[in-house]
């Protein structure tokens, strides 16, 4: 029971223990059946069209969307939720106190009563740097929800790769999905090495439908990202008229961020707003990202037709085109009923009404963010980008961008700050990442840490006791083919020389 991830806002043990043997029978009332079905498909649990089933599912609205409470006595086992999310959430309580396969197990009396801290609790998966199957997507969805996690924000667009399938503008995958070769080793060494691989991959308009719709049976959101107008060179690759030069470029193969932006004009806002209407019919969630930070303003102020569209808005400076362009998508999305969400940096503080700002600097970003208005998600690249250096190994560790957030860091995050956010989420950077197994070593097992900070409302245990409760929690993760950094890990030597910490970019190179 103690190793419970992430731990219930309370646990109340009884004396006695049930005996269960697996399959175990599960039976729901009508709002719960779903979730009796997604449990029923798991290894030890089958459905039971009885109600006096060992396992008994239901909703009782009395009781928070997102909370439950669940009991175990003489009876059986009972979990009411205050809604289908909340059935679900005492359903992974449930799979965490039974073994995997069935096997017959003593659960001990108890009444756990539990709701979320925060509303987003969130992960990015940047799959444009490089792509992960869908199948990886939807495991990587499995390890989200078993940890109570309910956003999945996909990195579908960047400089080095777009995507997602738009039907409309099908050069956006037959050219900007792919890239003629990759980095080997660090992007700051020199000379530039590259493996003379052509890299890429996109999602079809039905593997996005499918992605969505398995996430939603796990109470998931899918935030859909679409850069802009910054991180934009695999989409000017494809369309060369939406960039200011119109010269055809290729698809980025250096990471960092490209000097070629996306052009300011009628015709470039046109064809993002069609691009958005494909993505919204695509993503039914409230919420869609826009990215917005990280622009070079050089080749908007060597652009006549820029610098007479900034003269005509009665912008101070190129700066405020950011602002301007972000803000008419914007537009688009919250006439669609949705909320844009964009990434708040200090040195462009964007203003963007009925936006969720996503500040990643640190405390001072969020703290700007919020007093500028906006509802606030955390992104703190000091504690929640999981693309950074797990320990200060780093002859021996993963090859990583630079950085160092051990697991004790992301346990540690303070999400209180500012008072008011709507959540955190932690970020998964992938130029570093190529395959799957790359991005499970380096999520797990600080997603579970990260989990903990946006779900437990109860005091903070120590994370002496964490690590206790993480350790009997790993064999989950093994069992589920997770292949997670092992604690006190010692990982086989690269051969490629690696950045030195003191060397690791502070700037904003680190978002990605």
């Known amino acids: 029971m103690t190793s419970l991830i992430p731990y219930p806002a309370a646990i109340r043990q009884h004396p006695g223990t049930l005996r269960v043997a697996g399959p175990v029978p599960v039976a729901a009332g009508p709002e719960a059946e779903g979730v009796a079905d997604w449990l029923a498909e798991l290894p030890g649990f089958t459905r039971a069209a009885v109600s006096d089933a060992p396992v008994r599912l239901a909703v009782d609205d009395r009781l928070t969307p997102e909370g439950y409470r669940l009991t175990i006595d003489e009876r059986g086992v009972e979990i009411t939720g205050g809604a289908p999310a909340g059935v679900f959430y005492g359903a992974q309580t449930l799979r965490q106190l039974m073994p995997d396969g069935g096997r017959?197990?003593?659960?001990?009396?108890?009444?756990?009563?539990?709701?979320?801290?925060?509303?987003?609790?969130?992960?990015?998966?940047?799959?444009?740097?490089?792509?992960?199957?869908?199948?990886?997507?939807?495991?990587?969805?499995?390890?989200?929800?078993?940890?109570?996690?309910?956003?999945?924000?996909?990195?579908?667009?960047?400089?080095?790769?777009?995507?997602?399938?738009?039907?409309?503008?099908?050069?956006?995958?037959?050219?900007?999905?792919?890239?003629?070769?990759?980095?080997?080793?660090?992007?700051?060494?020199?000379?530039?090495?590259?493996?003379?691989?052509?890299?890429?991959?996109?999602?079809?308009?039905?593997?996005?439908?499918?992605?969505?719709?398995?996430?939603?049976?796990?109470?998931?959101?899918?935030?859909?990202?679409?850069?802009?107008?910054?991180?934009?060179?695999?989409?000017?690759?494809?369309?060369?008229?939406?960039?200011?030069?119109?010269?055809?470029?290729?698809?980025?193969?250096?990471?960092?961020?490209?000097?070629?932006?996306?052009?300011?004009?009628?015709?470039?806002?046109?064809?993002?707003?069609?691009?958005?209407?494909?993505?919204?019919?695509?993503?039914?969630?409230?919420?869609?990202?826009?990215?917005?930070?990280?622009?070079?303003?050089?080749?908007?102020?060597?652009?006549?037709?820029?610098?007479?569209?900034?003269?005509?808005?009665?912008?101070?400076?190129?700066?405020?085109?950011?602002?301007?362009?972000?803000?008419?998508?914007?537009?688009?999305?919250?006439?669609?009923?949705?909320?844009?969400?964009?990434?708040?940096?200090?040195d462009t503080a964007l203003r963007v009404p009925n936006a969720i700002a996503m500040p990643w600097r640190g405390d001072g970003a969020a703290t700007a963010a919020h007093q500028d208005g906006h509802d606030v998600v955390l992104a703190s690249h000091e504690h929640l980008y999981l693309d950074y250096y797990q320990s200060q190994d780093q002859d021996t560790e993963p090859l990583a961008i630079g950085g160092h957030t051990p697991l004790e860091r992301v346990y540690e995050f303070d999400a209180d700050r500012p008072a008011g956010a709507l959540g955190a989420q932690c970020q998964l950077w992938t130029e570093y990442m190529p395959r799957p197994q790359d991005v499970e070593r380096?999520?797990?097992?600080?997603?579970?840490?990260?989990?903990?900070?946006?779900?437990?409302?109860?005091?903070?245990?120590?994370?002496?006791?964490?690590?206790?409760?993480?350790?009997?929690?790993?064999?989950?993760?093994?069992?589920?083919?997770?292949?997670?950094?092992p604690l006190d890990a010692i990982p086989s030597p690269r051969t490629e020389p690696q950045p030195s910490l003191k060397e690791a970019p502070t700037d904003a190179h680190l978002r990605g």
């Not at 015709?267 to 990202?289: E, I, K, Q, S, W």
């Not at 007479?308 to 700066?319: F, I, K, M, V, Y």
């Not at 990260?450 to 989950?476: G, I």
Request: glycine share 8%.
């Open 104 to 346: 017959s197990v003593s659960l001990p009396y108890l009444e756990v009563t539990d709701a979320p801290r925060f509303g987003w609790r969130g992960a990015m998966l940047d799959v444009a740097r490089h792509f992960m199957p869908k199948e990886f997507v939807l495991r990587f969805i499995d390890m989200l929800a078993l940890h109570k996690l309910n956003v999945l924000h996909l990195h579908l667009t960047d400089d080095q790769g777009w995507r997602l399938e738009i039907p409309r503008y099908p050069r956006l995958t037959e050219i900007g999905a792919w890239r003629a070769a990759t980095l080997v080793g660090h992007a700051r060494q020199t000379p530039r090495r590259y493996d003379g691989v052509r890299h890429g991959g996109y999602y079809t308009q039905q593997d996005i439908r499918e992605i969505v719709a398995y996430a939603a049976t796990r109470f998931v959101t899918v935030v859909p990202e679409i850069e802009g107008p910054g991180h934009s060179q695999a989409a000017i690759a494809a369309y060369p008229q939406l960039g200011n030069t119109r010269r055809q470029l290729d698809v980025w193969t250096v990471w960092g961020i490209s000097e070629h932006v996306l052009d300011i004009s009628e015709t470039t806002l046109g064809f993002y707003r069609d691009v958005l209407d494909d993505v919204m019919a695509l993503f039914p969630g409230n919420y869609v990202h826009l990215g917005g930070d990280e622009c070079p303003t050089g080749q908007w102020r060597a652009n006549p037709a820029a610098m007479a569209r900034l003269a005509e808005l009665g912008l101070p400076d190129e700066r405020a085109l950011l602002g301007w362009y972000v803000g008419q998508l914007a537009s688009l999305v919250t006439a669609r009923g949705r909320r844009p969400v964009f990434w708040y940096d200090t």
């Open 442 to 485: 380096m999520a797990f097992p600080r997603l579970c840490a990260f989990s903990e900070t946006v779900w437990s409302t109860a005091p903070r245990h120590s994370f002496a006791s964490f690590r206790d409760r993480l350790t009997a929690h790993l064999p989950r993760l093994a069992a589920a083919g997770v292949r997670y950094r």
